[in-house]
Structure formats: structure tokens, C-alpha cells
């Protein structure tokens, strides 16, 4: 979360919400507790956090990028890379129909493995993406990066059938990049280019030519398209449960029965 910058936006219809947050550096986290003493935030790495699963309405971060894992035993097997494993651990706690609006590297829609986007399709749905140029940090943090901010809602169940942006394709300029960018070249606010990188040619979101973000980026999120119905609080559903039901007199006593 850094110093908290996502909680100092909170819009003010929001402003009721209790707030949650985690941050790895100590000096940012302790910024943010004092800038947001009411909210729950833990200084610790997000993989020694103990946020239980299918919890959260919406949650919101700029994930850290790397080329490198983190030890959680949970999620060892599938192997993520970082980005990928913030993805998946933050989609696993929202509860269903919760929504989440994450910035990962453009490496998650793009890279060849689909493995992270099948077990993020499995539990969720893209409700939009849109591709930064990679200028979009420069003045903030100094680096030059492509990113794409990921907008998710949590499925009620799990599902095996698998959408087109688990997979790549060409565009118009024959660069490989995913097929949601494909069918939506509208939501890449720059121009896809091949460059040389430090181990051969790779894709990059180049900034178009006088173009301002801010306006581009206002004009892309009104194509993000989803609605959010509260959480059905538990207690009124435990209120409505019946106290007994009938006993079968084919069941015997003491045994368990559907």
C-alpha cells in the first residue's frame, strides 16, 4: 500500500468503509498508520499476512513487479513469479461478487505461460483491462515499465470454461500480445512496439504523441463494465434459518442423512 495513497482517494460515499492494508517497507508502513490510524495495516510482507480467504469487498494495489518468487506455502506449487502471486492470493480473498482493480506488469496478460491467467479466470471475471505506456511511472518512481491495470470480480463458484483473454494473439502489427488487447485495441493508451531488451526483442507500450494520460485514462475506465451487489450479511441469513426440520422416520437416530 505504500503511504496509503489508494485510502487518501477513498471517495466519500466510501468513507464509512473499514480499511486494510499491507506494506513490506517499514517506513512507508509506518507513515500510513499514522496518516490512517483507524485502518487495520500490517507492516510485514503480504505472503506473512493472516487475511482469511473470500473476506474482502474490492481491494486496490500497485503490486511490486519482479522476476522472482515468495515463499508462501499455499501457493509454492503454482510457482508465480511476484506480481502473478499478489494476483492470485488478493483474488482468493475477496468474497464472491467482490471486485478488485489491480496494476501488475503487462508481462501477466502477455507472457506466453497461461498458467496465471487459467487460475485467475477459474475464480474470476476480467471485467476490463487497460495497458499504461510505460512513461506512466517515470515521474513518480523513476522507472520505465508497461503495466496494465486489471479490473476483477470474484466468481461465485469455480469454472473451467476459459474466456479469450487466457490467450495471445497477433494485432494489427503482428506483435503477440493478449487477446483481450487484441479485441479492445482501444484500451492500450499508447503503441505497441517491439524493442531490444536485455535478453533479445521484447513488447513495450511506447506513449502516443501528444497525447495527455489523464484525459486518456478517464476515457478508458468509462469502458470498464460491472456492477457489485452487497454482501449478504450472514447473521440475517442465520436468522432465517429454520430452527429443526422434520425427522425421517426411514433415517436411523444418531446417523447423518441428506
Not at 507492516?43 to 493472516?50: A, Y
Not at 476483477?152 to 506483435?175: C, H, Y
Not at 457489485?228 to 425421517?248: C, G, N, R, Y
Amino acid at each position: 500500500m505504500g503511504v496509503g495513497n489508494f485510502f487518501g482517494k477513498l471517495p466519500e460515499n466510501l468513507n464509512q468503509s473499514k480499511l486494510y492494508g499491507v506494506e513490506l517497507d517499514s517506513i512507508s508502513g509506518r507513515i500510513a498508520k499514522l496518516l490512517y490510524p483507524d485502518a487495520n495495516i500490517q507492516i510485514k510482507g503480504f505472503e506473512k499476512t493472516d487475511y482469511p480467504n473470500d473476506f474482502f469487498d474490492v481491494a486496490i494495489g500497485n503490486v511490486p513487479f519482479g522476476a522472482y518468487k515468495v515463499n508462501d506455502r499455499q501457493y509454492d506449487r503454482y510457482n508465480f513469479m511476484i506480481h502473478d502471486y499478489f494476483l492470485a492470493k488478493t483474488i482468493d480473498q475477496l468474497r464472491p461478487g467482490g471486485v478488485a482493480a489491480l496494476i501488475t506488469t503487462k508481462g501477466t496478460m502477455d507472457k506466453a505461460s497461461p498458467e496465471v491467467r487459467k487460475y485467475l479466470a477459474e475464480r474470476a471475471d476480467l471485467l476490463g483491462a487497460i495497458r499504461l505506456p510505460n512513461t506512466a511511472f517515470k515521474a513518480n518512481a523513476g522507472t520505465e515499465v508497461s503495466a496494465d491495470i486489471l479490473f476483477f470480480q470474484k466468481r461465485e463458484s469455480f469454472t473451467k470454461e476459459m474466456p479469450d483473454w487466457v490467450n495471445l494473439e497477433s494485432d494489427a502489427n503482428g506483435i503477440t500480445i493478449n487477446k483481450y488487447f487484441v479485441q479492445h485495441p482501444g484500451m492500450i493508451l499508447g503503441e505497441m512496439k517491439e524493442v531490444s531488451g536485455p535478453y533479445g526483442m521484447e513488447t513495450t507500450c511506447a506513449p502516443m504523441e501528444g497525447a495527455v494520460l489523464e484525459l486518456q485514462l478517464q476515457e478508458a475506465v468509462k469502458h470498464i463494465k460491472g456492477s457489485m451487489v452487497p454482501a449478504v450479511d450472514v447473521e440475517t441469513e442465520l436468522d432465517e434459518m429454520p430452527e429443526s426440520i422434520p425427522a425421517d422416520p426411514n433415517v436411523r437416530n444418531y446417523s447423518y442423512t441428506v
